[in-house]
């Protein structure tokens, strides 16, 4: 019994291998224009920090400890 031709398992390899790289090809110019369109930073400006207001933070559990504290303290 012989196995399928190793020529037709080539081909349908190097077909996917070119079909992947034509949709990474795709995908980088998408990302490339769509970096372009989009507004930059500020120059001079971080976009890691860009955004934050200093001081005190909200909590981000918000109501859950303002309803532990008030459940600790019950009148005696």
Same mark, same amino acid.
């Given at each position: 019994?012989?196995?399928?031709? %190793?020529?037709?398992?080539?081909? *349908?390899? &190097?077909?996917?291998?070119? !079909?992947?790289?034509?949709?990474? *090809?795709?995908?980088?110019?998408?990302?490339?224009?769509?970096?372009?369109? &989009?507004?930059?930073?500020?120059?001079? !400006?971080?976009? #890691?920090?860009?955004?934050?207001? +200093?001081?005190?933070? +909200?909590? %981000?559990?918000? /109501?859950?400890? &303002?309803?532990?504290?008030? /459940? #600790?303290? !019950? %009148?005696?």
């Amino acid at each position: 019994m012989q196995k399928s031709r %190793p020529t037709q398992n080539k081909r *349908a390899r &190097e077909r996917a291998r070119q !079909e992947k790289a034509q949709q990474k *090809a795709a995908r980088r110019l998408e990302a490339k224009s769509r970096k372009s369109t &989009e507004p930059g930073a500020a120059p001079g !400006e971080d976009p #890691d920090i860009a955004g934050i207001v +200093p001081g005190p933070q +909200p909590n %981000p559990w918000g /109501d859950e400890l &303002e309803d532990a504290d008030v /459940d #600790d303290q !019950e %009148p005696a």
